[in-house]
Each structure stands twice: as structure tokens, then as C-alpha cells.
């Protein structure tokens, strides 16, 4: 049977079109594919890079706790000084480690689940118990505490371990007993919240810088800030917490 010769045309020009978009849909799937090998490259490597810095941030403080550690068992004539230096890198870079495990835990439990709105905090029943828990090794020579402070955005945990770590460096991790002045005062610069003052008479046994940068971070990962200072004869410690912008009396 002979076809016409636009028949002829119109079936070769159908045929054309179907091979063209059969070649075109190749060229997508192609550059589809490039795109996904792509991702899927930065994707390996970013993962390459997590892992990396997740060995780092693991191994540096547990390298540390192994290294410390290690010392002051083969050097059992090591002085109560040094001694006591070595036990304090101990402790910590312990805490540093487990705030880092805490922290990966958290983020994995709560990669799918919405975060919770935290409870405010009132300072003093939380410096009152951190205190009671230190009786041994802290006495308050003297308090000024602000008649109305505001109330913290740092969680009450928080704000207890942020404590605890100021007193674990004033008193050298409980061993050395020691007389402070404490005082509370509210700020309502750009950032309110509280700055909570320590002074101290008697030089601190730990003030390294060392130690007082690594205090300083720790402190500062549960949403304070610390500042210190060490004097011939004294030190301070300023511990600041963020508040909300509503007040209330103490």
C-alpha cells in the first residue's frame, strides 16, 4: 500500500518527534544523575568531615583524661601540688567530655521531636542549694543579694552546674575550704539578667590560664557568662545569666 506524500511527511515528522523527546528525556536523566552523584559526593564528604570533627571533639578531652591520669599513676612521689593540678585536668576534662556526649545524645533524641519551651529559673533557690551541697568547703563571709532580681532563661540544671563548676574552681574540686563574699546584682543593659559575684581572700590553688579558659567555655555552653580575675592575694569570679525582660521580686 502506498502512502500519500503527506501522509509520508506526517508520519515521518511523528517519528522525529518521539525520538527527539526519547533523546531529550536522556539528557534529563542524565544531568539528573550528575546532580544525585553530586549531592551524594558532598554528602559523603560532609559526613567524612562530621565524623572527623566528632573524633576530635571525643578524643581531645578523653586523650587528656587518659594522659593525666596516666602521669599520676607512674609518679607516686609526685607532690600534693602537682598532683592535685593533674587531677583537676582529670575532672575537668571528664566534664567537658560528658557535656559533648550529652550534647550528641540530645540532638540525636531530638532530631524529630519539637524542643520544649524551658521553665524559668529564680536565682536563689538554686544558689542556696548549690551552697548547702558545699558547706564543707565554702562559707559565705558575707552576701549582697539585690532585693529584686530578674527571672533566668537559664535552665535551673544549667544554671546548678554553671554554679557548681565556680565553686569546684574556688574551693580546688572541694579539697580546700574556703571564706567568699557573695554578691547579686540585676543588669538591664542590652542583655538583663543577673551577675552573681564571688570573691575569694586566700590565693586559689588552680588559677592557671589554662584551666580558667577551659572553665570559661564550659561555663559559657550553659548559656552564662564567666569572667575571672586573679589578684596577689584575691581572686574574682563574675558569673552573668540572661534573664527575661519581666521582673520580679526575689
Not at 539528557?27 to 549531592?39: C, F, G, M, S
Not at 527571672?151 to 552546674?161: F, H, M
Not at 552564662?224 to 580575675?229: F, G, I, P, Q, S
Amino acid at each position: 500500500m502506498r502512502l500519500a506524500a503527506g501522509e509520508r511527511d506526517g508520519r515521518s515528522l511523528k517519528a522525529y518527534a518521539a525520538a527527539y523527546g526519547r533523546k531529550q528525556r536522556i539528557l534529563e536523566l542524565r544531568q539528573e544523575l550528575t546532580v544525585a552523584q553530586a549531592e551524594a559526593r558532598q554528602a559523603i564528604a560532609a559526613k567524612s568531615a562530621f565524623l572527623s570533627g566528632l573524633n576530635h571533639e571525643l578524643r581531645t578531652p578523653l586523650n587528656a583524661i587518659t594522659g593525666f591520669t596516666g602521669l599520676v599513676k607512674e609518679q607516686p612521689d609526685l607532690g600534693d601540688e602537682k598532683r592535685a593540678e593533674y587531677l583537676d585536668h582529670v575532672l575537668n576534662s571528664a566534664g567537658v567530655l560528658l557535656e559533648r556526649i550529652d550534647a550528641i545524645l540530645r540532638a540525636a533524641a531530638g532530631a524529630d521531636t519539637p524542643r520544649k519551651e524551658e521553665p524559668s529559673t529564680d536565682l536563689l533557690p538554686v544558689l542556696k542549694e548549690v551552697l548547702a551541697a558545699r558547706t564543707k568547703s565554702v562559707f559565705v563571709s558575707r552576701a549582697d543579694i539585690a532585693d529584686v532580681l530578674p527571672t533566668l532563661i537559664v535552665p535551673p540544671q544549667d544554671l546548678e552546674r554553671a554554679l557548681g563548676l565556680v565553686f569546684d574552681h574556688l574551693t580546688d574540686g572541694g579539697k580546700a575550704r574556703r571564706a567568699i563574699s557573695c554578691a547579686a546584682r540585676a543588669e538591664r543593659g542590652e542583655l538583663p539578667g543577673i551577675t552573681v559575684t564571688f570573691e575569694v581572700v586566700d590565693e586559689l590553688g588552680c588559677s592557671s590560664n589554662v584551666y580558667q579558659e577551659d572553665l570559661v567555655r564550659q561555663v559559657k555552653r550553659l548559656g552564662c557568662e564567666l569572667t575571672t580575675e586573679t589578684e596577689e592575694g584575691g581572686s574574682k569570679l563574675s558569673l552573668f545569666c540572661p534573664s527575661l525582660a519581666e521582673e520580679r521580686a526575689a
